[in-house]
Every structure is written in C-alpha cells, then in structure tokens.
C-alpha cells in the first residue's frame, strides 16, 4: 500500500528508496526494541508494537485521496 502511494507521487526511484528507508528503519527499530523490552511478557513490547502500527496505518491512510506531485508547483 505504501508503495502505490509512493511510486506515482515520486517515481520509481525514490520510491524504491522509500520502501528501501522503511525497511532499514523497522528492522533497526526491532533490534533496539528487543534489547530495550526485552521478551518479558507484558514489558511494554506489545504497547510500543500497537503504537507503531497505528501511526503506520494512520499515515497510509491519511496520505490516500491526495494526488498533487511536487512538480505541479
């Protein structure tokens, strides 16, 4: 979902990069993370999870009815 809403705003490049960005981003925030809560159950993990997943989907859905591109300005 995220890269539909990518590519047709700034093509396939950067949004390659984009998708390239996320993915770095999640699998260091999970590296941090289990070092940070741990795997104790009910240590917040679940919490922060529920937290990033919602400003995720937020964000993807926020983005969904816009079409402007940059270099319409």
């Known amino acids: 979902m995220i890269w539909w809403l990518l590519q047709p705003r700034y093509g396939f490049r950067r949004a390659s990069l984009g998708i390239g960005a996320i993915v770095v981003a ?5 590296l941090i993370g289990t070092r940070f809560f741990g795997n104790d159950p009910g240590g917040g993990a679940e ?3 529920a ?9 993807v859905f926020h983005q969904g009815g816009q079409t402007h591109r940059p270099e319409d300005d």
Request: proline fraction near 0%.
């Open 51 to 59: 937290f990033v997943g919602g400003s995720l989907l937020h964000t």
């Open 26 to 30: 999640t699998l260091a925030g999970y």
């Open 47 to 49: 919490l922060y999870q």
